[in-house]
């Protein structure tokens, strides 16, 4: 099984206490490996260090915020991030509505990320990791949000420097050119393999491509 990272909607204040009879836990996204950017904005507006709701562990280990807060940061991101040019702006569009719908469609108070397994990944006691993220990052969000969106426009660059080397590889050649000149698909084939990569690794960086209410830790409700 791969190490995840696990987005609920929960109705009770996990911060206060254990769920309760009656009360709901929706299911939002897992994703592998990694805490992509849109979670850690959903959970970043009144955010909270929080017991888990995934696993009995004694130390808090996941992070709580305000949902409805928390989606409309998101949102406002993303409506900037098309003006940005840095996605397909018609695939983007579409990830944005969709985002929107399931959102509303699973909105309760609270959003919490339980990150239990990827720390399990890492070094040091979870505890101390779930601190590290709610400080460096969550805590931070905007200045965090800011380094992503330095990553993506360098990943952006990267691919419109292999964009232009396909260019100058597929133009025509003249007689004597073609002479002592190879066949380059195979070298275009390797620079389209490359874009992409590095377009899907934006898109799983950014982290609004996987939205479900069927998670590994599923939870029923009355």
């Not at 904005?41 to 929080?50: G, P, T």
Request: glycine share 4%.
């Amino acid at each position: 099984m791969a190490n995840r990272s696990y987005l609920y909607s929960i109705d009770f204040d996990r911060t206060k206490g254990e769920r309760k009879t009656g009360e709901k836990i929706f299911g939002l996204s897992e994703y592998n490996y990694s805490i992509p950017l849109s979670y850690k904005i959903l959970v970043s507006q009144d955010s909270k260090i929080s017991k888990s709701i995934n696993w009995d562990y004694e130390h808090p280990i996941a992070v709580q915020g305000d949902f409805e807060k928390g989606k409309n940061r998101l949102l406002d991101f993303l409506n900037e991030l098309q003006g940005e040019n840095l996605f397909d702006n018609q695939e983007l569009q579409k990830q944005i509505t969709e985002t929107q719908i399931f959102l509303n469609n699973h909105q309760l108070k609270y959003i919490i990320l339980e990150c239990g397994e990827i720390y399990e990944m890492g070094d040091g006691e979870l505890e101390d990791q779930n601190k590290v993220l709610f400080d460096k990052d969550i805590a931070k969000i905007e200045n965090h949000i800011k380094e992503y969106l330095s990553e993506f426009r360098s990943m952006n660059e990267t691919v419109q420097s292999l964009k232009n080397e396909i260019s100058d590889l597929s133009k025509p050649k003249g007689f004597i050119s073609k002479i002592f000149s190879s066949d380059n698909s195979t070298k275009i084939q390797e620079l389209e393999k490359k874009i992409k990569n590095i377009e899907q690794e934006n898109w799983n960086m950014l982290g609004i491509n996987y939205w479900s209410d069927i998670l590994y830790f599923h939870f029923d409700n009355e």
